[in-house]
């Protein structure tokens, strides 16, 4: 790939540096070490600009419909400071306390309620999410709050459900390094509720278990158990 012009569009020069570098950059992979200070606002100028675009080739004559004329500047706001922020944000700012208790016992955190978007047609995911852990002597504890922090920086992304709780998974493993993790997500696709065969009542439930328990049967039982009770 060849350098881009230095008045190339600001995406253009970010890509240049995620593929010069070997970086992944799908929809759900967060790039935040790849932009540089005052970057972000020109991205979001960028993507007004094509929303604009998009807009004028939907035939909504935006000069003239008074609901439609900041339409292009809103949806490029939601998109890179709310909805999608996920990609272009750092991880948030998450507080680490050693298990001085040696606590080893199961702990629930949940539900959390999240939102995201699906990847294929950007439509909202809304949903629950229920963490099990069993932390261990040398576990890193964190504040109850950051739960919420992180699952919500990964879930600003455009994602499916299955490869979300996955990466969930693997950042609080990284974070907490506990015996056993445990997640589990119910989620409302508006994918399936708006277009088509809009149902309205289908939900999607995955989970994902590690380390102690995968392997003991006891352990998954009353996780789900008490979950189910929230």
Known sequence: ???????????????????????RHHANDNIAAFIEPGEL??????????????????????????????????????????????RYAQAPSVTEFPNVSRLNELMIVGPITVRSACSHHLCPIMGKVWI??????????????????????????????????????????ERVQPDGLALVMEADHFCMHWRGVKDSESKMTNSVMRGAFMKDANLRREFLSLISKG
């Open 132 to 173: 099990g852990l069993l932390p261990n002597e040398h576990s890193n504890l964190i504040g109850l709050s950051k739960y919420a922090r992180l699952c919500d920086w990964i879930m600003s992304r455009p994602q499916i459900q299955e490869e979300a709780v996955t990466m969930l998974a693997n950042e609080l493993q």
């Open 41 to 86: 606002d020109a991205l979001q100028a960028e993507v007004q600009a094509k929303m604009q675009a998009v807009l004028q080739s939907l035939v909504i004559d935006t000069d003239s419909d008074h609901n439609t004329q900041e339409t292009a500047k809103r949806v490029a706001k939601m998109f890179v400071r709310e909805v999608f922020a996920g």
């Open 1 to 23: 790939m060849n350098a881009p012009a230095p008045d190339a569009p600001v995406s253009e020069r970010i890509r240049y540096r995620l593929v010069s570098a070997g970086c």
